[in-house]
């Protein structure tokens, strides 16, 4: 959902506003419950506050925990870069404040390629995760 946000270009609070938009029964019910609270303790409508309270309510700690663990674990290994970054993007969620900020997001996806790809890398000049990929990918095609 996140690659949606980033193309609409929607706000952090827009972003809380369109997944809740789509809740219904349970989900629905929570948030009914969370809005209020957030509004009393003016909790900033953030992705990142959002996320965490779903994941608090809807993900047990164990599951959390074991889905941290393993972005922390992943390296590219043998996979493509192409299988690599969904599974880098998917457990991203799990551990957002290793991704928060985009520089980290892109940091953290090179220190996990392949030795090879990030020696390339290493000589561009780099601002943002999508062109870390992009190059990555040119990269990953090359040596094919």
């Given at each position: 959902?996140?690659n949606?946000?980033?193309?609409l270009r929607?706000?952090?609070?827009?972003?809380?506003?369109?997944?809740?938009?789509?809740?219904?029964?349970?989900?629905?019910?929570?948030?009914n419950?969370?809005?209020p609270?957030?509004?009393?303790?003016?909790?900033?409508?953030?992705?990142?506050?959002?996320?965490?309270?779903?994941?608090?309510?809807?993900?047990t700690?164990?599951?959390q925990?074991?889905r941290e663990?393993e972005f922390?674990?992943l390296?590219?290994?043998?996979?493509?870069?192409a299988?690599?970054?969904?599974q880098?993007?998917?457990?991203?969620?799990?551990?957002?404040?290793?991704?928060?900020?985009?520089q980290?997001?892109?940091?953290?996806?090179?220190?996990?390629?392949?030795?090879?790809?990030?020696?390339a890398?290493?000589?561009?000049?780099?601002?943002?995760?999508g062109?870390a990929l992009k190059?990555?990918?040119?990269?990953?095609?090359?040596?094919s």
């Open positions: 959902m996140v949606i946000f980033e193309a929607y706000s952090e609070e827009r972003q809380v506003i369109f997944a809740v938009f789509q809740f219904e029964g349970v989900t629905q019910s929570w948030w419950i969370i809005r609270k957030w509004e009393r303790e003016r909790v900033r409508w953030t992705w990142m506050n959002f996320t965490r309270e779903f994941n608090e309510k809807f993900v700690q164990i599951i925990q074991r663990n922390i674990r390296q590219q290994g043998m996979m493509s870069v299988d690599y970054e969904p880098f993007t998917k457990l991203s969620k799990f551990a957002p404040e290793l991704v928060v900020i985009e980290k997001r892109k940091r953290r996806f090179i220190q996990r390629l392949n030795l090879e790809i990030q020696e890398l290493a000589v561009a000049q780099i601002n943002t995760f062109e190059r990555a990918q040119r990269v990953d095609s090359a040596k």
